[in-house]
């Protein structure tokens, strides 16, 4: 009687930390599902309608509404560096060059980001959770990828997301696709049954051809390296080898249906400039917008010109196309460091789960640890070629990692408890 007691004592000091608001999670899934595939940009007659602004709204709400007992009583420190984000950048409105356009970015496009860390914070407690919500990102991409790849989506010959939004620009459906693809992996891994195995393993294939047929240079560092990364961890680092045996295929089939001048392309990342070679400029372009963003954040090293603004500011009318320059040059250099802060915590969230002793219980938070270690590698580099600071799929990715720290913090703690704690009785011999 005694053990059961303890035990029980146990599971609820470790697993009712909190009580969660699952309307304010099940939100947030929707939340997700539209992010991702955004039916407002691909179905006639809702192209008005802010879906995603009103589902955040609603999932506010429901987190506000929800019983504020067991709510941890000190956030993590990603939440708390988003908030401190989110208030720089307030501060920096009145300082804008145009201070109605930092409004709106700030106030409409940011203060998602802020959101969706408070809520899955506060409402994520298990492992399926979370899975559940990377699935929904990570098929998302997917299959709004297959879609343009069916229909032959481009524009200027490279090939572009559906939509208006989020992966209308061949270089952010690039980035999403290099973000994405270990996850695809890890759901390959995953998976149980035939079928769900050949969608994940095709999903691969067919996100790496449109990489290639985006002709983004950004895309292929990131893809390319959260490949490599990919097979350290899983083929190697995990002993699945024949990881290693089906990249050599894969790479070979793709090589024969590789766009026409890929090769090409490429040859202008060693700076081989073509203008027949869909380059059109565009590298010596983005040369130009990297040293004026450096010069901004020289002359407004504190607030920048405003977040938003650097393309009006400039007159160019384009976006810096390096997150970072970009935080430096429209919030400040604080903001940048804030941002570096926060990569560098996801970083850290995820060392500590790729080092958890290998077990049977620990195996999916290092197959997700993995995924996601190089899904962030591959933003961190992709970053450098692409403005997303104030997109919002690298705060969910930070999320992620918050949230898989948080949960394996919560199983050590069982482990160790029980082994400390629980006292098993020791059988009675009656004397003979």
Known sequence: MSTLVKQEQVTNAVESPKVRSQFAYRVMLVFSFLYYFRPEDIIPGLSGVPLAKITGGIALLGLLLGTSKGRPKKLPVEVRL?????GWLILTIP?????GGSF???????????????????????????RR??????????????????????????????????LSNPNDLATNIALNWPLCLAFLLHARGMLKKMFWAFSMLAMIYAVMATYSRAGFIALSLAIVVCLWEFGVRGKKFYILAGSVLCGLLLMVVAPQNYGKRLETLIGRFQQED?????????????????????????????????????????????????FSSECGIPALLMFLALLSRAFRNLRYVRKLPRSRETAEMHLWGSALWAGLIAYFVGAFFAGTAYQLFPYYMITYTALLYKLALQQAKTVAVMKNEIQVPQPVYSPV
Do not use: C
């Open 278 to 326: 869909k380059d059109n400029g565009s590298a010596a372009a983005r040369t130009e917008l990297l040293v004026r963003s450096v010069q901004i954040t020289a002359t407004h090293p504190v607030f920048g010109v405003g977040p938003g603004n650097f393309a009006p500011y400039t007159n160019l009318w384009r976006v810096t196309h390096n997150t970072y320059t970009q």
């Open 133 to 166: 919500l990377i699935f929904v990102q990570t098929v998302g991409v997917a299959l709004m990828t297959m879609g343009a790849i069916a229909i032959n989506h481009r524009v200027n010959g490279r090939l572009t997301g559906l939509g208006d939004a989020l």
């Open 104 to 130: 709106n970015v700030v106030v409409w496009e940011f203060s998602k980001a802020v959101i969706i860390a408070l809520t899955l914070t506060l409402t994520v407690s298990y492992l399926f959770e979370l």
């Open 95 to 99: 300082f804008a060059w145009w201070r």
């Open 82 to 86: 988003l908030f401190a984000m989110f």
